[in-house]
T-cell receptor
Framework: NAGVTQTPKFQVLKTGQSMTLQCAQD?????MYWYRQDPGMGLRLIYY???????DKGEVPNGYNVSRLNKREFSLRLESAAPSQTSVYFC???????????FGSGTRLTVV | QKEVEQDPGPLSVPEGAIVSLNCTYS??????FMWYRQYSRKGPELLMY????GNKEDGRFTAQVDKSSKYISLFIRDSQPSDSATYLC???????????FGTGTRLTVIP
């Protein structure tokens, strides 16, 4: 049982380049999330999808777009990467939020 | 005011010590409370969740909620070096659409 799978695990981008972070879950969860984690800032919500076909902005959505491709997959796209987007990105999913999320192992992104 | 606030530490204790990790939250309507553990360079994993007030115990770990003071705690008994990690508290948003996380407390247990 893989849980939440994120790809890639590491990425280095040049300023202005674009990329898509992939996330897939095999737990039949309705809700999926993208967070970024920065030192001293904790986990900050970028976007979430409460169900297939819906997406909503979180606390820090600027510079990002998302696609809920189907119930299993939720991707995060950086259209024009900036050094301020250097961070660790976590995808998570939940069946019932009150009982918590399952997180992926993260993507370490560096923008130079 | 943030929905949940946590002392960032770091906290360093000798092996076998009792550890107390704490958070405060802002909204008295919150009913569910969670603790996550995050090892270095890994994703957070759910350690425990509690509903409403009182204590919940799981092995060496006890989660405690005091709704009168809006204070949540995680106690670790007989701490082990393998407990060295960052611990994050979390609460669901009012609509239960997402979780709000504390910034995390880094714990080191010294053998």
């Amino acid at each position: 049982n893989a849980g939440v799978t994120q790809t890639p695990k590491f990425q280095v981008l040049k300023t202005g380049q674009s990329m898509t972070l992939q996330c897939a879950q095999d737990m039949n969860h309705n809700s999926m999330y993208w967070y970024r984690q920065d030192p001293g800032m904790g986990l900050r919500l970028i976007y979430y999808s409460a169900s297939e076909g819906t997406t909503d902005k979180g606390e820090v959505p600027n510079g990002y777009n998302v696609s809920r491709l189907n119930k299993r997959e939720f991707s995060l796209r950086l259209e024009s990467a900036a050094p301020s987007q250097t961070s660790v990105y976590f995808c998570a999913s939940a069946g019932t939020v009150n009982y918590g999320y399952t997180f992926g192992s993260g993507t370490r992104l560096t923008v130079v | 005011q943030k929905e949940v606030e946590q002392d960032p530490g770091p906290l360093s204790v000798p092996e076998g010590a009792i550890v107390s990790l704490n958070c405060t939250y802002s909204n008295s309507a919150f009913q569910y409370f969670m603790w996550y553990r995050q090892y270095s360079r890994k994703g957070p994993e759910l350690l425990m969740y509690t509903y409403s007030s009182g204590n919940k115990e799981d092995g060496r770990f006890t989660a405690q909620v005091d709704k009168s003071s809006k204070y949540i705690s995680l106690f670790i008994r007989d701490s082990q070096p393998s407990d060295s990690a960052t611990y994050l508290c979390a609460v669901p948003s009012t609509g239960a659409n997402n979780l709000f996380f504390g910034t995390g407390t880094r714990l080191t247990v010294i053998p």
